[in-house]
């Protein structure tokens, strides 16, 4: 799977993994954020949370347009300095009134327009790479990778971002409110780490900036398309982003009904194996989970290599790392005494832990179709990924039968009489979230570079943010219900992903003829 890609891609990739630590560092602890330091009501926060997302995949629409026209890779540049203006803002320790407000307005807009300049336009870089014949059978694969890479940077975000927080506090004596603005701190760091990798690998890639390349005198050879081709490819990614809506409307509710799920209704002590995973402390080094579940990607990456490896030199390393990474974990497990805390942000780790941890595995799986030439198209593995997502719900669904609505909870949660789950459930749900979220997300920005008309590349990049975006507006739907019945809410979601996946299925051969 990594193996025969073009060497631009491991630059971007790195680059994006940087900018996307940063973001989900931020965006981890900043529902609590607006509660703890503003006081703001769950309802208030959610809607917030939700217009930022919105505006957030907006923006590339336009970053994209600006890109057909300028180059790719200096709004790639501008993006990555607007967007580190904007976490200097937020990381200001300017209290809870009226200049705070503003200011973090201000730091949440520059936010929006760095990303909107710098997230689907470093995306169309690496689209243009598998262009050349010899990438082009590569690409599902290359964009697999490159997504993997993106969720290495917000792997470990929550469990960081709580470390800091925690650290400042006990270390200093900052107030919680006012340590929200360390973690936001770390996006500035992360950022300058970015900024340092996409300039010093700038050869490997700079080939894939059609404006740039132009500039210079080179002949640019594009795909030519009839007009009655154009439009018929402009559509289909329409109907394809309609479905994408609906995907992100529900993924990302685990910074809203999940995250307020994990605060309200789960657990908040774990003993035993799970503890593990669940655990932080206020040194960044002792954070048991960040490297717990640093254990269990070697050890499955370990075992792929075993018997993926051509030589005995590499069997005997993957077979080492393997033994190393589960002697150390079985240790910690025979080892593990007494309770530890829970806190809600914690589980947002698991998702990029299992993204990281799965897409070889679904690759692997890919490979062995492709070799039978039965793996499916681009368009039937999103109808797919709605179908998983819709499993991932009835989950969360069969957890909350039993529990009260947010109201009656909280009451008994105060008079200590409350039901708690075990926190296996929405890490249950994550996995298989994750699970749908390879199979539509990559795969869907792979389809859009691929199918997407040369002249407007960035303009169609940017549409599929813009679906994202409204999808991230529209979460505040089930967050606006929240009080009510959970398997209401959880149904609805559910609904949602069949009713999508249907739609895909039955526009299956339309979308094909044109991938």
Sequence with gaps: MFEGHPKGLWALALANTGERFGYYTMLAVFLFFLQDNFGFSMGTSSSIQAAFLGIVYFVPLFGGMLADKFGFGKMVTIGIFVMFMGYFLLALPLGAGTVALGVMALALLLVCVGTGLFKGNLQVLVGNLYDEAKYSAKRDEGFSIFYMAINLGSMFAAAVALSIMAWTQEAYGISKADSYHFAFAVACVSLILSIVIYYAFRKTFVHADRAKVAAKGTEVVEEQLTPAQTKERIICLCLVFAVVIFFWMAFHQNGITMNQFAREYTATSETGFMSLFLSKSLSFTEIRSF??????????????????????????????????????????????????????????????????????????????????????????????????AGFAFVILLVASLSLPPAGEQLAAVEAGTATLVSPNWLISTYFVLTIAELLLSPIGISFVTKVAPPKYKGMMMGGWFVATAIGNFLIMVPGRMWGMDLTIIWGVLIGICLVSALFIFSILKRLEKVA
């Design 291 to 388: 490297w717990n579940l640093i254990l269990c990607v070697l050890m499955v990456y370990g075992i792929l290599n075993i018997f993926q490896s051509k030589t005995i030199k590499g069997k005997s390393i993957a077979t080492f790392l393997t033994v190393a990474a589960g002697g150390v974990l079985a240790y910690k497990a025979m080892n593990v005494t007494g309770s530890v805390e829970v806190e809600a942000p914690i589980f947002q780790q698991f998702n990029p832990c299992f993204v990281v941890a799965l897409t070889p595995i679904i690759g692997l799986v890919f490979g062995a179709l492709a070799k039978k030439g039965k793996e499916p198209s681009s368009p039937m593995k999103i109808g797919l990924g709605m179908l998983v």
